[in-house]
């Protein structure tokens, strides 16, 4: 099971993730994520992923992939606190290969 829950405000877009971060849901993320994005009308991008279960490497990739698009994260509980903070050093050590 997948959820995407919306919070809506003046300042930023979030979406709150439940559930399983799995193949197929990957997919559906990305392409909520670039609807939002295509309405922000200077808003920030908040992805709230305290509420998974679960992170596939499938699903890693796909945050990994919005870390590096300016996405912002929002997070509780250890296993979530965990995933980020091994997805921001993967992309830290990706930008400075890039920048060699």
């Known amino acids: 099971m997948f959820k995407i829950s919306t919070i809506d405000s003046r300042s930023q877009y979030r979406m709150v993730l439940e559930g399983k971060l ?3 849901w990957t997919k559906e993320l990305r392409s909520e994520c ?3 994005r295509a309405d922000l009308r200077g808003r920030e991008l908040v992805v709230d992923i ?3 279960t679960t992170i596939s490497q499938e699903g890693e ?3 990994l992939e919005l870390m ?7 997070c509780c509980g250890v296993f979530t606190k ?6 921001a050093r993967r992309k830290r050590t990706k930008d400075r290969e890039a920048t060699r």
């Open 68 to 74: 590096g698009e300016g996405v912002k994260f929002r």
């Open 34 to 36: 670039a609807k939002a």
């Open 82 to 87: 965990q995933v980020l903070r091994q997805l």
């Open 22 to 24: 799995i193949a197929p």
């Open 61 to 63: 990739s796909v945050l």
């Open 50 to 52: 305290g509420n998974l």
